[in-house]
């Protein structure tokens, strides 16, 4: 606790922190796939403190400082909670890349590239999460915290990584689905209805027309529940659940005042889910 304190404004662009998209991930990893690249994660341990603000940041020091108590203290780290530390770490992080041979891609400035020779290594950055696609990601790490001095945590071969399961099939190949975040969104589902969805063998019935659905509007509590099923439902296809997607886009378009009917059908995709949590995107080459 501190006994006060005070914060410049921030400037637009300065408290900008881009993330890798997870477009650009599956590409590096098709890329890894193809080049018979190894796959490594890790996170960034306490990763603002690598960085020093920018801002103009002051306390004045509570009881728990001790005999400082009274003082006026300068901040100068980017302490999570202000508004430029996302940026000040972007920029410390990406001086350290450039550093080891890095380049940013023009397509996507958070997947760094390296020319390996007889292949390219690609690093994709979603701020402290890092996912190394290399010969061999473990010496990356190393390199990382040995002469860089970084934290890092869960460094290893990943399984799950930014909301996603990542395992191999039995003949080798590479997955990546969604099958954890698909079990707390039923759970979810239970604690808002009381009872898990009914199976579906569909995300929707080729005979349903939301479109002349002329059912009851939703009262307030149902359009809560709806737009909630439907966002959580945005997020699985975005982790790769795309055989979702037609149906929540046609369910979308009722967000704002939906239905009773739209409601059981937003119903039925979960269903759908329950009854297929397994679906993940493979990298065949």
């Avoid at 006060?4 to 300065?14: L, N, V, Y």
């Avoid at 579906?200 to 529940?225: M, V, W, Y």
């Amino acid at each position: 606790m501190v006994a006060g304190g005070h914060m410049t404004s921030a400037d637009g662009d300065d408290s900008y922190s881009g993330v890798v998209t997870l477009r650009s991930l599956r590409i590096c990893l098709l890329l890894g796939e193809l080049n018979g690249l190894k796959i490594g994660v890790g996170d960034v341990g306490n990763a603002y403190l690598e960085a020093e603000t920018k801002e103009k940041v002051y306390i004045i020091a509570g009881s728990e400082f001790g005999e400082l108590e009274g003082h006026t203290l300068i901040i100068f780290k980017a302490l999570y909670g202000l508004r430029t530390s996302g940026a000040r770490y972007h920029e410390r992080f990406a001086a350290t890349l450039r550093d080891m041979s890095f380049t940013p891609s023009f397509a996507d400035p958070d997947v760094w590239m390296r020319d390996a020779g007889d292949h390219w290594e690609y690093l994709a950055v979603y701020v402290d999460d890092l996912m190394a696609i290399m010969k061999d990601p473990d010496e990356f790490f190393n390199v990382l915290k040995e002469k860089y001095k970084y934290k890092l945590k869960g460094v290893g071969t990943p399984k799950y990584h930014l909301g996603g399961d990542f395992y191999r099939d039995e003949d080798g190949t590479l997955a990546w689905g969604a099958k954890t975040y698909v079990k707390k969104l039923l759970l979810n589902y239970e604690q808002m209805f009381g009872s898990p969805p009914k199976e579906f063998t569909a995300p929707l019935d080729p005979k349903d027309h939301p479109e002349i659905d002329g059912s009851p509007f939703l009262d307030e509590d149902g359009i809560k529940h709806y737009q909630s099923l439907l966002g959580a439902l945005q997020w699985a296809i975005t982790i790769g659940r795309f055989d979702l997607l037609p149906a929540v886009v046609c369910l979308g378009s009722f967000r704002v005042a939906p239905r009773i009917g739209h409601l059981d059908q937003a119903k039925r995709v979960c269903g759908y889910l329950r009854k297929n949590p397994d679906a993940a995107i493979r990298f065949r080459t």
